[in-house]
T-cell receptor, first 111, second 115 residues
Framework: GENVEQHPSTLSVQEGDSAVIKCTYSDSASNYFPWYKQELGKRPQLIIDIRSNVGEKKDQRIAVTLNKTAKHFSLHITETQPEDSAVYFC??????????FGAGTILRVKS | GAVVSQHPSWVICKSGTSVKIECRSLDFQATTMFWYRQFPKQSLMLMATSNEGSKATYEQGVEKDKFLINHASLTLSTLTVTSAHPEDSSFYICSASTGVNQPQHFGDGTRLSIL
């Protein structure tokens, strides 16, 4: 089955700097890659997603890039703010609409 | 749109008790619902996938007789943890989707604590 690896496990940045989180996946048939933000004790919230027919997608300060050949995708957050502090999960969708999640990245934005 | 309600949000009960968790899609019809378990500081692990009107498909290592899933309508799925023990304490989260290739929308989760 699908395997998703996520790095780094923790990331500290200064407010206003950029943050980049990277994920790799193993199943070349996977075609959908969402990113979720989860605050402590709360639901994962979809912040951006990308399908396999697109190389990049942007939504204000958030962007995702996908390299199908290398089987990796990345989340980019620019002009980080303290409220961006949370745990971020990448995921890959495999057969049957199942999502396989990465291990998560704890992002701390220091003001 | 795409609101998923999960109830209860927090349960504390004695060992041996069975606990039922409900997951409802409030403004859409969910042909597929997913149940995840999340231990502290860990990722979401899929337990089972349920399609309306059919038996749930469980992931490897998840006991189907321990975690009973019912998806009787397009807006409601339930997870019953039978004879719960302290090791079943976890954060249980459901998600719902309108179908294949559609995003999953998550409920608020249920924190289950077994004493």
């Amino acid at each position: 089955g699908e395997n998703v690896e996520q790095h780094p496990s923790t990331l500290s940045v200064q407010e206003g700097d950029s943050a980049v989180i990277k994920c790799t996946y193993s199943d070349s048939a996977s075609n959908y890659f969402p990113w979720y933000k989860q605050e402590l004790g709360k639901r994962p919230q979809l912040i951006i997603d990308i399908r396999s027919n697109v190389g990049e997608k942007k939504d204000q300060r958030i962007a995702v890039t996908l390299n199908k050949t290398a089987k990796h995708f990345s989340l980019h957050i620019t002009e980080t703010q303290p409220e961006d502090s949370a745990v971020y999960f990448c995921a890959s969708r495999e057969y049957g609409n199942k999502l396989v999640f990465g291990a998560g990245t704890i992002l701390r934005v220091k003001s | 749109g795409a609101v998923v309600s999960q109830h209860p949000s927090w349960v504390i009960c004695k060992s041996g008790t069975s606990v039922k968790i409900e997951c409802r899609s409030l403004d859409f019809q969910a042909t597929t619902m997913f149940w995840y378990r999340q231990f502290p500081k860990q990722s979401l692990m899929l337990m089972a996938t349920s399609n309306e009107g059919s038996k749930a498909t469980y992931e490897q290592g998840v006991e189907k007789d321990k975690f009973l899933i019912n998806h009787a309508s397009l807006t409601l799925s339930t997870l019953t943890v039978t004879s719960a023990h302290p090791e079943d304490s976890s954060f249980y989260i459901c998600s719902a989707s309108t179908g294949v290739n559609q995003p999953q929308h998550f409920g608020d989760g249920t924190r289950l604590s077994i004493l």
